[in-house]
């Protein structure tokens, strides 16, 4: 391509607290609309906001987490813009002294390391909802106060991002790294993640920078791949043509899959910030620093590369593996009680027990089965058979039980007495002498047929290479 894409993105994450940033109403979602406010949130007059401790701990947590230099001294701005879900005419945000900046993300593409640079990340408070009546002739919208004021972290990339594909790995990589350190819930279809993203073009070896565009309110990570490549094919064309692109801000129609004009990009003077007079400006000590980084758990980027190394786990496997915190947990706990297996262990997780989760839409900690009853059905496994395993995998999902105690029942226990499968081995010839002559003639596909048969007799529990070597040497000897 004549053209090299420069993205750069902006993320916003509801933080997990059970109270608003600047008064108890509650956070939760799907409430009743405007039955959690109060004149603090609706910006009433004579009202004086209150800074919520746990979002700014949450704050400080993601900070830390992303590697940022952290503003000993912060205060909140007020960011003057109309907002017609947020009554005060203004929003209470950061901007002269964020909480984190100059941080990094390191995202892995095609095997390979990237740094993605984090310019900065502060603290604001949400809007509220807008609804717009689908009542046919409706002229009106109506507003729901409930999400003003939900603290939300803005987290600010450096424009680092040359492709889809770098874009799609660092979103990934935020959203399990939030999820990791526990701040929040990233459950895009109820708004606690979106994204906006500011995309540019200029000529392959260009140090300048092209015009760029921001697209605001994409609530998917499958909507920014998606105007990420419009935009790329859009700019692009009016490149060729010689015409500019316009500096402004677009919003993406999913329907159409087009991006559409909404206005001219503001910049920050735009927004006249100015101190917020009614909260105090506070001082973060190094001692809470300090204990803020000792609390930060194994980040997924860290957890996917000691899977790697120290189990021997593929990359990718680990990738998928590490994911979800819960889910690594869970595999590491197997291995845990395994001391071995890994690889297997790894398969059944990735394998089955990620479609049985996703079949049943549930999460790991809701799985039916144990890390030590799937340890145990592992274990068992070479006395059981493959195929026989899968049942009884499937036995414990609907019932609970344990793989030894499904087996036990069913008598499942599979057959490797070679004197007793040689027993069968003739009667199954004896009654199938087409497919032993068939065999004989070099006809391969007979002693399929053949072991097919013999496991219907023994009800799947005969070892098939026993059989296989049994089969051969019964046939080779007869006459033809």
Request: proline share 4%; charged share 30%; net charge negative.
């Amino acid at each position: 391509m004549k053209y090299e894409v420069v993205i750069g993105l902006e993320t916003h994450a509801e933080l997990d607290t059970e109270s608003k940033l600047f008064c108890g109403c509650s956070t939760k979602f799907g409430s009743e609309p405007n039955t959690q406010t109060c004149p603090v949130c609706l910006g009433l007059p004579g009202v004086l906001p209150v800074m919520n401790k746990k979002a700014f701990e949450y704050s400080l947590k993601v900070a830390v987490a992303l590697s940022c230099e952290i503003n000993k001294f912060t205060n909140f701005d007020r960011k003057s813009y109309y907002y017609p879900d947020l009554p005060k005419n203004y929003q209470t945000s950061q901007n002269y002294f964020n909480i984190g900046n100059n941080g990094y993300v390191d995202i892995v593409v095609a095997g390979k390391e990237k740094k993605i640079n984090i310019h900065n990340v502060h603290l604001e408070e949400e809007a509220g909802k807008l609804v717009h009546p689908e009542t046919s002739g409706a002229n009106y919208s109506l507003v729901d106060f409930n999400r003003a004021g939900v603290p939300l972290l803005e987290i600010v990339t450096q424009p680092d991002m040359r492709s889809v594909e770098e874009v799609e790995s660092y979103m990934q990589t935020l959203r399990n790294t939030l999820l990791y350190i526990g701040v929040s819930d990233c459950k895009m279809e109820e708004g606690s993640l979106r994204f906006e993203a500011s995309i540019s073009l200029r000529e392959h070896g260009s140090g300048v920078f092209g015009n760029r565009v921001e697209i605001k309110n994409l609530n998917s990570m499958k909507a920014v791949s998606k105007v990420i490549t419009y935009e790329i094919s859009r700019q692009g064309e009016l490149l060729d043509k010689g015409e500019d692109v316009l500096m402004e801000t677009r919003l993406w129609d999913d329907v159409d899959l087009v991006s559409r004009r909404m206005r001219s990009k503001e910049e920050s003077h735009d927004y006249r910030y100015f101190p917020e007079p009614d909260l105090v400006p506070f001082q973060v000590e190094q001692k809470w620093i300090d204990e803020t980084k000792a609390a930060i758990p194994e980040l997924p980027v860290n957890r996917r590369l000691r899977f790697v190394n120290e189990l021997s786990v593929s990359d990718y496997d680990a990738g998928i593996l590490t994911e979800d915190k819960l889910l690594a947990d869970y595999f590491e706990e197997c291995v845990k009680i395994s001391q071995d297996f890994e690889k297997e262990l790894s398969n059944w997780i990735i394998n089955d027990i990620l479609r049985v989760l996703n079949e049943q839409k549930i999460n790991i900690q809701d799985f039916v089965i144990s890390p030590e009853m799937l340890v145990e059905l592992v274990k068992i496994k070479p006395t059981i058979g493959n195929s026989i395993a899968k049942d009884v995998f499937a036995e414990m999902i609907n019932t609970g039980k344990s793989a030894s105690a499904i087996v036990k029942e069913k008598d499942l226990v599979r057959m490797d007495d070679t004197s007793e499968l040689d027993e069968i081995v003739i009667k199954v010839i004896e009654e199938n002498r087409q497919a032993a002559e068939d065999y004989g003639q070099g006809k391969k596909n007979a002693l399929a047929f053949l072991i097919g048969q013999t496991m219907k007799i023994t009800k799947g529990k005969a070892n098939p290479k026993i059989l296989t070597k049994l089969f051969k040497q019964r046939l080779s000897a007869s006459p033809e």
